[in-house]
T-cell receptor, first 114, second 112 residues
Framework: ETGVTQSPTHLIKTRGQQVTLRCSSQSGHNTVSWYQQALGQGPQFIFQYYREEENGRGNFPPRFSGLQFPNYSSELNVNALELDDSALYLC?????????????FGSGTRLTVV | AQRVTQPEKLLSVFKGAPVELKCNYSYSGSPELFWYVQYSRQRLQLLLRHISRESIKGFTADLNKGETSFHLKKPFAQEEDSAMYYCALTKTSGGGADGLTFGKGTHLIIQP
């Protein structure tokens, strides 16, 4: 059984650029959610995808968007990068809509915006 | 909007001493509470959830709705308990998903 894998592990981008982060969910999991973790903070919910549709969103602007594919893998896209977007981005997968089934987290992608 | 507060950024105790990591929450509905743990160089993982009423690695947590708290306790700390601990909340009803709302975390250090 494979866990959640994220790529790349580290990324440096320039302010104003666009970035795509990728996540492969754990085998059998149909729900993927993304979190942003700034330094010294807890993870903050960005959005969740269930069966290829967004079904929940946190307090993030529209320039944060996502996709989920038929194999349940997912992408997080961020447009017009700002310095404050520098953070660890975590992907989590689960079987079902709520954490009642248990989220499995990836190791994250460290994004630095300069 | 829901909020989770972990008042201690850092907690240092000696091996064998009792441990209590505090967590308070605010939420208008009926929440589900969790504790997540991140050991050094490892990914975030679920430690326990209040609906299971279980003890994991000697840790327990009781949901106190009157005090809106979900403190994590262990009677005798071990060195391998050193880690970052996050309290988290999610809603249990209603449409859509709000994901998990995390606290800022408490860094637990167990001294030998």
């Amino acid at each position: 059984e494979t866990g959640v894998t994220q790529s790349p592990t580290h990324l440096i981008k320039t302010r104003g650029q666009q970035v795509t982060l990728r996540c492969s969910s754990q085998s059998g999991h149909n729900t993927v959610s993304w979190y942003q973790q700034a330094l010294g903070q807890g993870p903050q919910f960005i959005f969740q995808y269930y069966r290829e549709e967004e079904n929940g969103r946190g307090n993030f602007p529209p320039r944060f968007s996502g996709l989920q594919f038929p194999n349940y893998s997912s992408e997080l896209n961020v447009n017009a990068l700002e310095l404050d977007d520098s953070a660890l981005y975590l992907c989590a997968s689960s079987l079902g809509l709520r954490d009642a089934y248990g989220y499995t987290f990836g190791s994250g992608t460290r994004l630095t915006v300069v | 909007a829901q909020r989770v507060t972990q008042p201690e950024k850092l907690l240092s105790v000696f091996k064998g001493a009792p441990v209590e990591l505090k967590c308070n929450y605010s939420y208008s509905g009926s929440p589900e509470l969790f504790w997540y743990v991140q050991y050094s160089r490892q990914r975030l993982q679920l430690l326990l959830r209040h609906i299971s009423r279980e003890s994991i690695k000697g840790f327990t947590a009781d949901l106190n709705k009157g005090e809106t708290s979900f403190h994590l306790k262990k009677p005798f700390a071990q060195e391998e308990d050193s880690a970052m601990y996050y309290c988290a909340l999610t809603k249990t009803s209603g449409g859509g998903a709000d994901g998990l709302t995390f606290g800022k975390g408490t860094h637990l250090i167990i001294q030998p």
